[in-house]
């Protein structure tokens, strides 16, 4: 209980918070006050799902219990929020990464006893691909992600007369195997000391970070407006489009793979709105615009023809 004298748990979650100690610790830091509502999806909230699933994992060494149930996940979120707050972390980290004691239940997921998962699922084969992931390595090859993938959906079938092997989830199916993926990544961090479990775990976050542009597009009228068809001021129109990114930039810190997306993303919907030249090199607008740690010029990005093969790595 030292590691967390600042703040007197109530003893109603019964997570080993102490043996937890250095991923709270590092959770608090990377959920600074300041920083994690910039930081949220690059680092914050990675870090905060990492020290629940591994909190949970390693209680199912002795409950035998892959999830908690809803107010045991209740009581559990406010006391973990209390602690990472007590050591610097913002107070409102649980909404700020939009955490919610559903998060840390089954959800879906129709298998939460360790016995019954390790009689469905191949774990020694699991745990042999996700034992170790490479941060490079892993986003590419896929290996632990498939791994993870082929588990939940083996979990997910139980109950479901019809096999989901080769068919199109429906929206239904894919959450279930969406929810068994928590049940994987929970499994595989009770295989593991925490220390490795967040090497693992922030790791695979990575890679689902760096898919997808988290940034929200706001209204972008002014842009047509002086970009579209014929420019008559290319003055006008980098000014808008100046003003436009300052907007996305106000929004959150993002990866550098995450800026490339999102050039890509804008870039098809001002083609969409008619703005045809390429205004990204009309008004020198590079990836250090969308993301602080972009280098790149994104000129080539602006029409999908022409999109340059990256290497994959982040």
């Known amino acids: 209980m030292t590691a967390f004298q600042h703040y007197q748990v109530r003893g109603l979650c019964t997570l080993n918070f102490t043996a937890a100690s250095d991923m709270m610790s590092k959770t608090a830091t990377d959920c600074w006050a300041f920083f994690a509502p910039v930081l949220a999806n690059v680092v914050c909230c990675p870090q905060l799902e990492a020290t629940l699933t591994t909190l949970i994992g390693h209680s199912s060494k002795y409950s035998r219990m892959l999830s908690l149930n809803i107010t045991h996940a209740k009581h559990c979120l406010s006391d973990v929020e209390k602690i990472l707050e007590s050591q610097g972390a ?27 998962f390790e009689s469905i699922v191949d774990s020694s084969k699991l745990l042999a691909a996700c034992q170790k992931v490479d941060p490079v390595n892993e986003c590419c090859q896929e290996v632990c992600q498939n791994a993870i993938l082929d588990a939940a959906r083996k979990l997910a079938e139980i109950g479901i007369a019809a096999n989901l092997e080769g068919v199109h989830a429906v929206p239904e199916q894919s959450t279930r195997i969406d929810d068994c993926k928590n049940i994987v990544l929970r499994w595989l961090a009770s295989n593991l000391d925490p220390s490795s ?68 993303s804008l870039g098809v919907k001002l083609q969409k709105a008619n703005v045809s030249n390429n205004v990204y090199q009309l008004c020198h607008i590079n990836l250090k615009d969308f993301s602080l740690q972009g280098i790149s010029w994104i000129t080539r990005v602006w029409l999908p023809s022409t999109k340059p093969a990256f290497r994959c790595n982040i």
């Open 90 to 116: 913002n107070k409102t980290v649980q909404k700020i990464c939009s955490i919610q004691p559903k998060n840390l239940t089954e959800a879906s997921c129709p298998v939460t006893k360790v016995d019954a």
């Open 197 to 264: 479990a967040n090497k693992v775990l922030r790791g695979l976050s990575n890679c689902k970070v760096n898919k997808v542009c988290p940034l929200v597009f706001p209204n972008m009228t002014r842009v047509v407006k002086e970009c579209a068809n014929m420019i008559t001021s290319q003055a006008a129109c980098c000014k808008a489009m100046d003003s436009y990114v300052s907007q996305l930039q106000e929004q959150s810190f993002i990866t550098n793979l995450q800026a490339l997306n999102c050039a890509a």
